[in-house]
């Protein structure tokens, strides 16, 4: 009665080897070829990054294409480009070959450090997002608390981001990026920072918001377990260049937790892979 | 195996029905609690210090070594007896004042002087803040004046009083232009500084967040930019104050009003050692007073409400 079903897509030959224990079906169609045009929120196509003209490159021919209201981690070890990817999608960084559309338009992105103002009140930071949005004046104030509720920071609204704790203020960050009200949120390893005990509880407060606003989540972590634990779908890239080498595919029919015993074999399966990966760049 | 530690010998077999009961879905209310107590968990609330303890700390200290320096002074005035003319005691000089006050001399030096040092430092400001604005946001401009402004800020700007006398006389002019020389690389620099210590990030978020370039300026790097502002202000304020003195000191006479600088020199002509001292203690008193209502308030204000305002002995 598991909870959790993988199927793996790999991404090169299709030659990983698996343990025992998950369910595994390899699939070496293209991702998502099929009525892409109709369901498509993220589009990589062919895209590659080098910084500078001689500088080393970063990703290479990277695809992908991403559902509405899909929750993909992008997973990898350090330096296998994948905040650059983010950054990409997120219009911060230009590609230098090969393009990537989102459907939606823009997307709202949060980044590992909350980034608050921190001049502004809680609710402040998130007002200010609105307003650039273009809500009126009038209907901002309630929207931003209806906000801070979502993450549980009502009673917080009237206090400077330096009166939170870091969970806080991660927290303060998603419902600032929730103001933007763009179909996709970009987050670039938004709880990497914080202690295992608040993370673990940023993690269901984001799979409850996520199922709550149907938002289309790219999440890049360095954090096997966490990917585990939050994405339907999990990318490993490799380093030096960023190339995506496998992807995981996990049917969500109940609440997953760190502790779950699938999430455990899956994190074993994916920290086997990219060992392998790392273990590329010896010599 | 005894019987009591059975308890404690895991499998993977034994842990499957805690595991399935574990994993059932933590409820809204439940999950909100949870929340709640983490952040009590990692948040302590501030303590605010009683106006009593503020007086204490921030007031006391300073008195109380302002008395000490009068009392060592008239101390060595009674031990050592030198000659009056040449080491007036506190009583003089206290005395001093107050002749200048009963005249009425006093009143109009501050006056004059007070309004002059804060009209230029206003119009500094007007003048150095878009300056400063450009000069963090152009970088060209900043590479072709930057060099200039430091060296402009390093110049006393005593140096400008002959200059300005010829090209305007003896008028207001002459001291406004001393002033700003002296104040406005002050506070352009400043900004520049403050500018520069903004972190990256909070700019990358005003790109995410939509704003344009006006919203970036006004929304984002102006008030994030706010602490070196203050700082470049402060500062500009005491060239202002100090420019004021060594214009009026040396530019007497015309259309030119009688201010604190004026009171100075004609004390020392009058050879009025007492004057002289009487007028010191003004015009420093006047820079503390300015210091104190104005400039420390406000930084505290600032400092505090981004979490950046230690107090001692904490």
């Known amino acids: ?283 | 195996m005894p019987p009591e530690t059975r308890s404690e010998t895991i499998t993977p077999g034994s842990l499957e029905p805690d595991a399935a009961s574990g994993s059932s879905v933590s409820t809204r209310a439940d999950f909100r609690t949870l929340e709640a107590g983490l952040d009590a968990l990692q948040t302590s609330p501030l303590v605010e210090k009683g106006p009593w303890r503020r007086f204490a700390d921030g007031v006391l200290p300073p008195v109380v070594l302002l008395l000490a320096l009068i009392a060592a002074w008239q101390f060595y005035i009674v031990i050592a007896k030198p000659r009056p003319d040449l080491t007036p005691g506190p009583l003089d000089v206290l005395t001093s004042i107050t002749d200048l006050w009963s005249t009425g001399h006093l009143q109009t030096a501050v006056v004059t002087s007070l309004s002059r040092g804060g009209i230029g430092f206003l119009i500094a400001v007007a003048i150095g803040t878009p300056l400063g604005l450009l000069l963090a946001e152009w970088r060209l401009l900043r590479r072709a004046l930057g060099p200039l402004l430091s060296g402009l800020q390093v110049l006393p700007s005593v140096a400008w009083v002959p200059a300005a006398i010829l090209w305007f006389g003896l008028s207001d002019a002459t001291v406004y232009f001393v002033v700003l020389m002296g104040a406005v690389p002050s506070i352009a620099n400043g900004l520049v500084a403050g500018v520069d210590q903004i972190p990256p990030q909070l700019r990358r978020v005003g790109t995410v967040l939509g704003a344009n370039r006006f919203e970036m300026a006004t929304l984002v790097v102006l008030p994030a930019a706010m602490p070196g502002y203050l700082a470049g202000l402060k500062q500009g304020w005491a060239f202002s104050w100090r420019s004021l003195m060594a214009a009026e000191i040396i530019a007497v006479g015309g259309s030119i009003g009688f201010g604190l600088g004026s009171m100075l020199q004609q004390s020392r002509e009058l050879a009025d050692l007492p004057g002289v001292l009487a007028t010191i203690l003004v015009i420093l008193f006047v820079g503390i007073l300015v210091e104190l209502v104005l400039f420390a308030p406000a930084e505290r204000r600032l400092l505090r409400r981004r979490g950046l305002y230690l107090t001692a002995g904490r």
């Open chain 1, 1 to 283: 009665m598991s909870a959790v079903s993988v199927t793996e897509r790999d991404r090169t030959d299709g030659s990983g080897n698996r343990p025992q224990g998950i369910s595994v079906s390899t699939n070496t169609a293209p991702a998502a070829v099929v009525a892409a045009d109709v369901e498509t929120a993220i589009r990589v196509e062919g895209l590659s990054k080098r910084f500078g003209k001689a500088g080393p490159v970063v990703l290479d021919n990277i695809n992908l294409t991403i559902k509405p209201g899909e929750f993909v981690c992008l997973l990898g070890a350090s330096g296998c480009g994948k905040s650059t990817l983010l950054n990409i999608i997120a219009g911060l960084e230009h590609p230098s070959e090969g393009t990537v559309t989102v459907a939606s338009g823009k997307s709202a992105v949060m980044f590992q450090e909350s980034a608050l103002f921190p001049w502004l009140t809680a609710s402040r930071n998130v007002e200010l997002a609105l307003k650039l949005r273009g809500v009126p004046r009038g209907r901002r104030r309630g929207e931003a608390l209806e906000l801070l509720d979502l993450v549980n920071l009502a009673d917080a609204a009237n206090k400077r981001p330096h009166e939170l704790s870091g969970g806080m203020r991660q927290r303060v960050a998603l419902a600032r990026s929730l103001a933007q009200d763009r179909k996709v949120l970009l987050m670039d390893e938004p709880f990497a920072a914080l202690d295992a005990i608040t993370r673990d509880l940023l993690h269901e407060e984001l799979e409850r918001v996520w199922h709550e606003t149907g938002r289309t989540i790219v999440f890049v972590t360095h954090n096997v377990r966490e990917a585990a634990r939050l994405g339907q779908r999990v990318l490993l890239m490799s380093s030096r260049p960023g190339r995506i080498r496998n992807e995981w595919r996990i049917e969500d029919n109940g609440p997953r937790r760190i502790e779950s015993p699938e999430v455990s074999r899956l994190s074993i399966e994916i920290t086997n892979h990219l060992r392998e990966e790392i273990r590329r760049n010896a010599a």
